[in-house]
C-alpha cells in the first residue's frame, strides 16, 4: 500500500502543475465553446513594452489568449513554442489576429521579464502582447471571470494554471478553446482559419 501512495505521490510531484489541467482531444466539433457564453472582462493591464495593452486595443478584432509564467518548469516550455507556430501559421496565411499571454506569476514577470521571454522564444512583438501589471489574487479573479479557468499559486515552484488557448471573437466573447500542448496543430490551425475568415 505505501508502495502505491508512494507512486501516486510521485507522480503528482512530477506532473506540477499539469495534473490538473484540461487536456483536450483534439477534435474540431469540440473547439466551439461559444454556448458557455463567456465574456472576457474589460481590463487594462501592461505589456512588455510597459505600455498599458487591454481591451480598448483589442476591441474589434480576434485575439488567442494564454496563461504562462516565465519560470514555468512544466507546462510552458511546451505551450510557448505551440502559440508561436500558431502565430507563425497565421502570419504566413495573414489571417488577422493577435496574441496574448497573461503570466500568472505577476510579481516576478515584469515587462522587461517578459519582453526578454517573448524575444527568446521568437514571438513577433508586434502581434503577440505578454501581459502582466496585476497582482496574483487580480490575475486569479480575471481568469475565473473571463475564462471560466483556475489560476492559483500553490505556494511552491509551480502555479497551477491553465493549458489550454482561447480564442476571443471581436465582441469580445470566447468562442473556442484550444488544447496548448497539443503537438499536432494542423487542426487547431484550421479551425482557427475556418472562424476567423
Excluded at 499539469?18 to 472576457?40: C, H, P, R, T
Excluded at 503570466?103 to 517578459?114: A, K
Excluded at 470566447?174 to 475568415?197: H, M, P, S, W
Aim: net charge negative; charged share 20%.
Amino acid at each position: 500500500m505505501r508502495k502505491i501512495v508512494a507512486t501516486l505521490l510521485l507522480i503528482l510531484v512530477l506532473s506540477g502543475c499539469g495534473w490538473v489541467y484540461e487536456l483536450g482531444n483534439g477534435k474540431s466539433s469540440e473547439f466551439d465553446i461559444s454556448s458557455a457564453d463567456i465574456q472576457v472582462a474589460p481590463f487594462e493591464f501592461t505589456n512588455e513594452a510597459g505600455e498599458g495593452y487591454g481591451t480598448e486595443q483589442l476591441e474589434g478584432q480576434y485575439w488567442l489568449a494564454n496563461m504562462i509564467f516565465t519560470s514555468c518548469p512544466t507546462v510552458c516550455p511546451t505551450m510557448t513554442p505551440n502559440m508561436q507556430r500558431l502565430q507563425t501559421a497565421m502570419l504566413n496565411d495573414e489571417i488577422p489576429v493577435t496574441f496574448v499571454s497573461f503570466t500568472v506569476d505577476p510579481e516576478t514577470d515584469s515587462p522587461e521579464v517578459l519582453q526578454s521571454y517573448g524575444t527568446n522564444v521568437g514571438a513577433d512583438l508586434n502581434s503577440w502582447h505578454f501581459l502582466s501589471g496585476y497582482n496574483s489574487d487580480e490575475i486569479s479573479e480575471f481568469a475565473k471571470e473571463s475564462f471560466a479557468t483556475v489560476v492559483q499559486d500553490p505556494g511552491e515552484e509551480d502555479i497551477i494554471h491553465p493549458t489550454s488557448f482561447f480564442l476571443v471573437d471581436p465582441s469580445g466573447k470566447v468562442v473556442r478553446k484550444y488544447n496548448g500542448l497539443q503537438a499536432n496543430q494542423e487542426d487547431i490551425i484550421a479551425d482557427l482559419k475556418a472562424t476567423i475568415e
